[in-house]
C-alpha cells in the first residue's frame, strides 16, 4: 500500500511505518510543506533497483568499451538521427491516433 506522511507524523509514527514497510510491503512517502522529503520502501524493492541500476551502468560501461575508437562527432551525429527518428515516429502514431 502507498501511502503519503508528513515528517512531523512520520517521526510520531516511525516504528509502525517501518512495519507496515516490512510486513506488508508498503511505500511510505514522507512529506513537509507538500513537497517530497524521502520514501521509505521494502528492502528487496531497494535491490531490484539497485540491479537495474548496475545493469545500466555495465550496459554503459560496455557501450563505451564498444565504441571507444569512434571520434565523438560521429556518436553525436548517430544520437541526433536516432532522436529525430524517434520523435519522427512518436508524431506520426500521434497523428494516426488523432484521425
Known amino acids: 500500500?502507498?501511502?503519503r506522511v508528513t515528517?512531523?507524523?512520520a517521526r510520531k509514527k516511525l516504528g509502525e511505518l517501518l512495519?507496515?514497510?516490512?510486513?506488508?510491503?508498503?511505500e511510505v512517502v514522507i512529506e513537509r510543506g507538500g513537497k517530497v522529503m524521502g520514501v521509505v520502501i521494502p528492502e528487496s524493492r531497494y535491490q531490484s533497483i539497485e540491479q537495474a541500476r548496475e545493469r545500466i551502468f555495465e550496459f554503459m560501461r560496455a557501450n563505451q568499451e564498444f565504441?571507444?575508437?569512434v571520434p565523438a562527432e560521429?556518436?553525436?551525429r548517430d544520437i541526433?538521427?536516432?532522436i529525430r527518428e524517434v520523435r519522427?515516429?512518436?508524431?506520426k502514431n500521434k497523428n494516426a491516433s488523432a484521425a
Open 1 to 3: 500500500m502507498k501511502r
Open 67 to 69: 565504441n571507444k575508437d
Open 74 to 76: 560521429e556518436i553525436e
Open 19 to 26: 512495519d507496515g514497510v516490512l510486513y506488508r510491503g508498503d
Open 80 to 82: 541526433e538521427l536516432a
Open 7 to 9: 515528517a512531523v507524523e
Open 88 to 91: 519522427a515516429a512518436k508524431s
